[in-house]
């Protein structure tokens, strides 16, 4: 005959639209606009890396640019281009620091091994260092000859310079210096 039905309960499922843990990818068979919106949006560890690597490039601009002073002061004979790329440089060792404890803090999320991976991310960095003796004096010397202020001109180099660098560390310190 007729067996009576046992309910079985299953949880709810987990699928609250945003994909919040690299570990935990978004189910291809789910529907509905948030779970459309979860397949195409980047998953947390992208997300986190965006916000820090924002503050880290307002961070690294501003002391560059505040660096910009001291060195018009010691080499004012020198091309405004000169003068930015030398403080963008003197800034660096500071900035990289910043940013290395912000992406092992909140980004990618490692234990341990400080010295390890602050040299990975110098090197990571280090790769890029012919960037800023490229981008900067270009980027300068286009924004002065569009007429734009010096000091407007090299803030604007500066926000160049960051964009090119920002486009490969990504991915660099994903694969090695923070690689799990």
Known sequence: MNEPKTLVETPAPSDH???LSPSDPPDPQAHGLFAALRRVL???EVIRF??????NTVFSIALAYVFIFP???FFPKLPRAAVTTIANYAALPIAITVAFLAYKWFVFRTRGNYFKEWLKVFAVYGISLPMPAIVIPVATSLFLSLRFAPRLASLLALIANSICIACYSYFAHKKFSFKR
């Open 17 to 19: 639209g945003f994909h």
């Open 42 to 44: 980047p998953g947390a």
């Open 50 to 55: 965006l916000m820090v690597g924002g503050f």
């Open 71 to 73: 060195a018009e002061f």
